[in-house]
């Protein structure tokens, strides 16, 4: 409890005093900026600190060094600097330490790095056991962790960022396609081997200096065989042709709604995905498959009532790998089929003058309509067909019409239906009536 006030006086005013009154002289340094909270002002990496001098100059009071360890501040052990005048001075040839300048009431907090006990010797990279997520790569030799502490004795590590640079596969949203592109992923540091995220194609790696030989102009890069892929990715989309039918009914549905429902699917594929199969089943778990394609895209039509599973399953060459992609859910809804009595061709555009039937899930369609004395006035096959009321180009007589229908809906519903349709309000040549025939 003896060492807690000289903690918080410590962590006090290390921010506020100033960093020009320090200077490191006859080594290449890397100053870096702690958190506020280690209590430190900074961290300097020296490139050999016991071939370097740190320089203190004081305002004119009174100058205290002292020197703490992996222990803290708490810890503190008083040293003595030379001293020329307002200026002190000392050669950190005892490794990495922490240290502490008292000047009054002001105090000044750092961390002294010997980069020389801590080189990067990193002479061969090979590859390990990779899987599906992670590119092992195995180094001989090593760039150790290198830590500093803060005035309360709490262990940091300093990040060497050592560069590794790959190539791997990213999907572009415009061309719906994976395309190469260049990776860099960033190492603390390395004992022995370490990962990166598993490229999606096969690629040579590279591996840079830390980022303090980097910055003083040293270093040898280091590049790798190739290296083949197994990680596996992909993009699935499925498109549904969309219809404009005005007198079919809607199914609220993401996928599907009424039947026929043609779905175009299509997936993109990672190089390292050399099997993949769609696969279309009535069970949820996929535990039984309906049907399979193997080919990237494929149309389907759904004509079944009920709820169809999608997906798409990918493998690596040697299955260590697999994908499987969103589920798309593809429900059709229950026939439906309905015929008007009556409607009016001629007698206002657009308002009621075209006979429809109204429909839903309807695969099958097959409609005579007939005049009172058995002729056909028009044949259609398609539900979303209808009648505009004319023969032959012309309107017909307003009047009795007759229909015959045979259909079948996606639930396998057969349809029989007959009946007759009212024309009113026809306008035709005034030579014409209800009971002339139509010729």
């Given at each position: 409890m003896k060492h807690l006030p000289f903690l918080l006086i410590c962590s006090l005013f290390a921010s506020s005093a100033g960093a020009a009154s320090l200077s490191v002289d006859g080594s290449q340094v890397v100053e870096i900026q702690p958190e506020p909270s280690t209590g430190l002002q900074s961290v300097y990496v020296i490139e050999n600190a016991s071939a370097s001098t740190i320089y203190y100059t004081s305002s004119g009071g009174n100058v205290v060094w002292q020197r703490f360890s992996n222990l803290g501040g708490g810890y503190a052990e008083e040293i003595t600097p030379q001293r020329n005048g307002s200026r002190y001075s000392?050669?950190?040839?005892?490794?990495?330490m922490g240290?502490?300048?008292?000047?009054?009431?002001?105090?000044?907090?750092?961390?002294?790095v010997d980069y020389a006990q801590?080189?990067?010797?990193?002479?061969?990279?090979?590859?390990?056991?990779?899987?599906?997520?992670r590119a092992i790569l195995l180094a001989d030799g090593s760039a150790d962790a290198i830590a500093y502490y803060s005035v309360n004795g709490r262990r940091i590590v300093l990040s060497r960022d050592i560069q590794v640079e790959y190539y791997s596969m990213t999907y572009n949203e415009e061309t719906t396609e994976f395309e190469q592109s260049r990776t860099t992923a960033s190492i603390d540091d390395i004992d022995g081997q370490f990962s990166v995220p598993a490229p999606l194609c096969d690629t040579q790696f590279t591996i840079s200096p830390d980022r303090f030989e980097r910055q003083w102009g040293y270093g040898n890069y280091i590049s790798t065989s190739t290296f083949s892929a197994v990680a596996i990715d992909a993009r699935t989309s499925a498109q549904q042709t969309e219809r404009e039918v005005d007198n079919e009914k809607p199914l609220e549905a993401?996928?599907?709604?009424?039947?026929?429902?043609?779905?175009s699917f299509k997936a993109a594929l990672t190089d390292a995905a050399i099997f993949h199969r769609w696969e279309i089943s009535s069970d949820s778990q996929f535990d039984t498959v309906d049907l399979q394609y193997n080919d990237s895209e494929f149309t389907y039509t759904f004509t079944e009532a009920g709820t169809t599973y999608v997906r798409l399953v990918a493998n690596n060459a040697d299955a260590t790998c697999e994908y499987i992609s969103d589920t798309y859910t593809i429900s059709i809804g229950d026939s439906q089929l309905e015929c008007p009595n009556a409607f009016s061709p001629g007698a206002s555009e657009g308002v009621n003058d075209i006979w429809k039937v109204s429909f839903r899930s309807i695969i099958e369609f097959d409609c005579h309509i007939f005049n009172r004395w058995g002729k056909e006035i028009i044949h259609l096959t398609d539900p979303s067909q209808g009648?505009?009321?004319?023969?032959?180009?012309?309107?017909?007589?307003?009047g009795t019409y007759f229909y015959v229908i045979k259909a079948r809906g996606s639930d396998n519903r057969d349809y029989n239906l007959s009946g007759h349709?009212?024309?009113?309000?026809?306008r035709t040549q005034t030579?014409?009536?209800?009971?002339?025939p139509v010729e």
């Open positions: 000392i050669v950190p040839n005892q490794g990495d240290y502490i300048i008292t000047e009054d009431s002001k105090q000044t907090c750092f961390w002294v801590h080189s990067y010797h990193i002479s061969n990279i090979s590859f390990g056991e990779s899987d599906c997520n993401e996928l599907g709604g009424s039947a026929p429902c043609e779905i009648w505009d009321g004319r023969f032959n180009g012309k309107l017909v007589p307003s349709i009212n024309i009113v309000n026809s030579s014409s009536s209800a009971s002339d």
